[in-house]
């Protein structure tokens, strides 16, 4: 049972930083109507909103659990920034969680509500026992659903594979492969249905078009690996945390200070452009634009030369969204 969980990975949707973020909000969430039915029935538990001195107490409790939970989802992305977090880490870390709100329960309840009649081992067994039923049934929900997501993504990518193995127009130079951190092969994607890149720690969500559905894929990899195995395809950085497909920019807008790629998908927002990568995205505009142009490439690439929209009323100013 150790090996297995040493060796397995969690469903990579657990540690996206909005579900990370959410994970907070739904702990405390849940913990307000399970301690809104626990509460009447337990003698050491003093969270509720009867009186002001209960509701302040309450109110400072949270702010506090919130404070921690925070913290540590923070520094959950920290580290899996510099490793890759598998199942019994990711357990380990949530246990730790418990422990740590349970002991912060107790010394509240001694040093704040002080009239408590248990002893610190009574309330800290109790709230032990409480903290495992809060955050374990919310955890455990995410879990299931980020499997859930992680399963679907797969079956989409699967299907998009299997028309592609039947679209006899699609030649190899158009077909672009990704790798995972390990060097596996995990996917194969036509240049004319991918559309953008967004950097995640450590992986890539990779956007692309399905019989004219927007989808993505979590690729388990570095932004830096995938943009140093895209060097000769159309994929270009426009952003420490965006990469774009030439063939699918439609125009580049102007907001104030901030440059925004507009891509030819109108359900996707505009990509950030920064200032560092934008003479270099330029270029490689107009480098498109000469080849499309004199028709060289045509037999792998197919489309319209990209337009360059920017106002002429603000020609001077530079600016960059990161």
Same mark, same amino acid.
């Given at each position: 049972?150790?090996?297995?969980?040493?060796?397995? /990975?969690? !469903?990579?949707?657990?540690? +996206?930083?909005?579900?990370?973020?959410?994970?907070?909000?739904?702990? %405390?969430?849940?913990?307000?109507?399970? *301690?809104?039915?626990?509460? #009447?029935?337990?003698?050491?538990? &003093?969270?509720?909103?009867? =009186? &002001?001195?209960?509701?302040?107490?309450?109110?400072?409790?949270?702010?506090?659990? %919130?404070?921690?939970?925070?913290?540590?989802?923070?520094?959950?992305?920290?580290?899996?920034?510099?490793?890759?977090?598998?199942?019994?880490?990711?357990?380990? &870390?949530?246990?730790?969680?418990?422990? $740590?709100?349970? %002991?912060?329960?107790?010394?509240?309840?001694?040093?704040?509500?002080?009239? =408590? #009649?248990?002893?610190?081992?009574?309330?800290?067994?109790?709230? %032990?026992?409480?903290?495992?039923?809060?955050?374990?049934? !919310?955890?455990?929900? *995410?879990?299931?659903?980020?499997?859930?997501?992680?399963?679907?993504?797969?079956?989409?990518?699967?299907?998009?594979?299997?028309?592609?193995?039947?679209?006899?127009?699609?030649?190899? #130079?158009?077909?672009?492969?990704?790798? +995972?951190?390990?060097?596996?092969?995990?996917? =194969?994607?036509?240049? +004319?249905?991918?559309?953008? *890149? /967004?950097?995640?720690?450590?992986?890539?969500?990779?956007?692309?078009?399905?019989?004219?559905?927007?989808?993505?894929?979590?690729?388990?990899?570095?932004?830096?690996?995938?943009?140093?195995?895209? @060097?000769?395809?159309?994929?270009?950085?426009?952003?420490?945390?965006?990469?774009?497909?030439?063939?699918?920019?439609?125009?580049?807008?102007?907001?104030?200070?901030?440059?925004? $790629?507009?891509?030819?998908?109108? +359900?996707?927002?505009?990509?950030?452009?920064?200032?560092?990568?934008?003479?270099?995205?330029? /270029?490689?505009?107009?480098?498109?634009?000469?080849?499309?142009?004199?028709?060289?490439?045509?037999?792998?690439?197919?489309?319209?030369?990209?337009?360059?929209?920017?106002?002429? @009323?603000?020609?001077?100013?530079?600016?960059? @969204? /990161?």
């Amino acid at each position: 049972m150790t090996n297995i969980l040493k060796n397995r /990975e969690i !469903p990579k949707f657990l540690l +996206d930083n909005r579900y990370l973020v959410g994970s907070v909000f739904f702990v %405390l969430i849940f913990s307000f109507f399970f *301690m809104a039915i626990y509460t #009447p029935f337990s003698n050491t538990s &003093w969270i509720g909103v009867d =009186t &002001w001195r209960h509701l302040g107490m309450s109110v400072a409790f949270y702010i506090g659990a %919130l404070l921690f939970l925070y913290t540590s989802k923070f520094l959950m992305i920290l580290v899996q920034r510099r490793r890759n977090i598998h199942l019994w880490v990711y357990v380990l &870390w949530v246990f730790s969680e418990i422990l $740590i709100l349970s %002991l912060f329960y107790t010394i509240f309840t001694i040093a704040i509500v002080k009239d =408590t #009649p248990n002893s610190p081992i009574m309330v800290f067994s109790k709230a %032990l026992g409480c903290m495992i039923l809060i955050m374990a049934i !919310p955890y455990t929900i *995410m879990t299931l659903y980020a499997a859930y997501k992680a399963k679907t993504e797969e079956l989409e990518l699967l299907q998009y594979q299997l028309n592609l193995a039947t679209n006899n127009q699609v030649a190899f #130079p158009s077909l672009i492969n990704l790798h +995972d951190y390990n060097g596996v092969l995990k996917l =194969t994607i036509s240049a +004319d249905s991918l559309y953008y *890149m /967004e950097s995640q720690d450590n992986y890539v969500k990779i956007y692309y078009e399905n019989q004219g559905k927007l989808l993505s894929y979590m690729l388990r990899c570095r932004t830096k690996a995938v943009e140093e195995n895209l @060097a000769e395809t159309n994929m270009v950085r426009c952003h420490r945390s965006f990469m774009v497909n030439i063939i699918k920019i439609n125009h580049i807008k102007k907001d104030g200070k901030s440059r925004y $790629i507009v891509l030819s998908n109108p +359900d996707i927002k505009p990509v950030p452009v920064s200032k560092s990568y934008f003479k270099n995205l330029v /270029e490689r505009i107009e480098k498109y634009n000469a080849t499309a142009t004199s028709g060289e490439g045509a037999s792998t690439i197919v489309a319209a030369p990209i337009v360059y929209a920017e106002p002429a @009323a603000e020609p001077s100013q530079e600016g960059g @969204a /990161e």
